[in-house]
Nanobody, 129 residues
Framework: QVQLVESGGGLVQPGGSLRLSCAAS????????IGWFRQAPGKEREGVSC????????WYADSVKGRFSISTDNAKNTVYLQMNSLTPEDTAVYYC??????????????????????WGNGTLVTVSS
């Protein structure tokens, strides 16, 4: 019953924008750190952006700082990732995730060591002319 479902992916031209959504069901995001991760073809999954349950702390990968922004709508139990100035290097499957009792740095950087509580199934973002 616990699910994270991503949407909003698709094909976009370089320099364009997309807004990804992740709807949670079966649990409330109020008590979890939430984040976005991505995996490009032939590469390892990496943290993109994470936010604390209170929204008071955020983390962004150096590759997306100034271009991406994470936000939540707790009333809708949904997390968003606004992606601007997209480049072909952003092409990947994007996953949302949730983790409890850890900091945003632990979630986005050290998640392989500690393990993630919940993963979505991903949405494909392709940046190409």
């Amino acid at each position: 019953q616990v699910q994270l479902v991503e949407s909003g992916g698709g094909l976009v031209q370089p320099g364009g924008s997309l807004r990804l959504s992740c709807a949670a069901s079966g649990f409330t995001l109020d008590y979890y750190a939430i984040g976005w991760f991505r995996q490009a073809p032939g590469k390892e999954r990496e943290g993109v952006s994470c936010m604390s349950s209170s929204g008071g702390s955020t983390w962004y990968a150096d590759s997306v700082k100034g271009r991406f922004s994470i936000s939540t709508d707790n009333a809708k139990n949904t997390v968003y990732l606004q992606m601007n100035s997209l480049t072909p290097e952003d092409t990947a499957v994007y996953y949302c995730a949730a983790m409890t009792r850890r900091t945003v740095q632990t979630m986005c950087i050290w998640w392989p060591y500690y393990g993630m509580d919940y993963w979505g199934n991903g949405t494909l973002v392709t940046v190409s002319s």
